[in-house]
Nanobody, 123 residues
Framework: QLQVVESGGGLVQPGGSLRLSCAVS????????VAWFRQAPGKEREEVSC????????NYARPVKGRFTISRDNAKNTAYLQMNNLELQDTAVYYC????????????????WGKGIQVNVSS
């Protein structure tokens, strides 16, 4: 069965860094686009970054542009989100999602979500 599991979250001070991992099992990641979304309390789940199945398409939300980097290692069936210069507003639950044979990452088309992982940015 297709499964998605996030790891690497936690508590970090403003200006610090975290690296989130998204481990996929039950399918080959090279057949999927991968997306990172986040959801803060009282807010809608929103896209953070997307990497298309061909790796020719990469997108970043405006609030994280220049600070976050999405990547993948298809041989390990794992995707990553490197988060640098973290800000208080980055505090949220972060979700990894995969989309079969997709060149972009519309939220409604996500085939499988991870359970999410907490990122807290605090002094």
């Amino acid at each position: 069965q297709l499964q998605v599991v996030e790891s690497g979250g936690g508590l970090v001070q403003p200006g610090g860094s975290l690296r989130l991992s998204c481990a996929v099992s039950g399918a080959s990641l090279n057949d999927y686009a991968v997306a990172w979304f986040r959801q803060a309390p009282g807010k809608e789940r929103e896209e953070v970054s997307c990497n298309g199945v061909d790796s020719d398409y990469t997108n970043y939300a405006r609030p994280v542009k220049g600070r976050f980097t999405i990547s993948r290692d298809n041989a390990k069936n794992t995707a990553y989100l490197q988060m640098n210069n973290l800000e208080l507003q980055d505090t949220a639950v972060y979700y990894c999602g995969v989309l079969g044979r997709a060149i972009a990452c519309p939220k409604a088309a996500v085939d499988r979500w991870g359970k999410g992982i907490q990122v807290n940015v605090s002094s």
